[in-house]
């Protein structure tokens, strides 16, 4: 089996409403890198490719044969509370204030222009969860 560099055998695939915007909140938020695109005829997006780190996700136009999707997603990154003010100031909605966790983990979390929940998280430990 052949997985593409920086993809993993599940890949994150979000159809959303805006797409383009959408994309450059991600860039803008999490500072997601596109790696890819394709388009339809009309200009909006059939398919972007966007790296956070190590991962990557695939983004889409919704249409009515696909429509906007919602999910939760886990990020980690280095400084939670940074990331989170970050992501605020790019327009996402805090649901949950940064604090530490007993499963080792400083966490935050946030809710999308298009509705999916990120929550923002710094590991503090080496240890594993359980």
Known sequence: MHVPEGFAVVTPYIFADGAEA????????????EIGRSTMPDGRIANCQLRFSTATIMVSEASDQFPANRAA????????????????????????????????DRQG??????GNIWWISQRLTPEPYF
């Open 22 to 33: 959408y994309v450059g909140f991600l860039e803008a938020a999490f500072g997601a890198r």
């Open 73 to 104: 997603f886990y990020l980690y990154v280095d400084d939670a509370d940074a990331a989170m003010t970050k992501a605020k100031q790019a327009g996402a909605e805090s649901i949950m204030d940064v604090s530490d966790m007993p499963y080792g």
């Open 109 to 114: 979390g946030v809710r999308d222009p298009s």
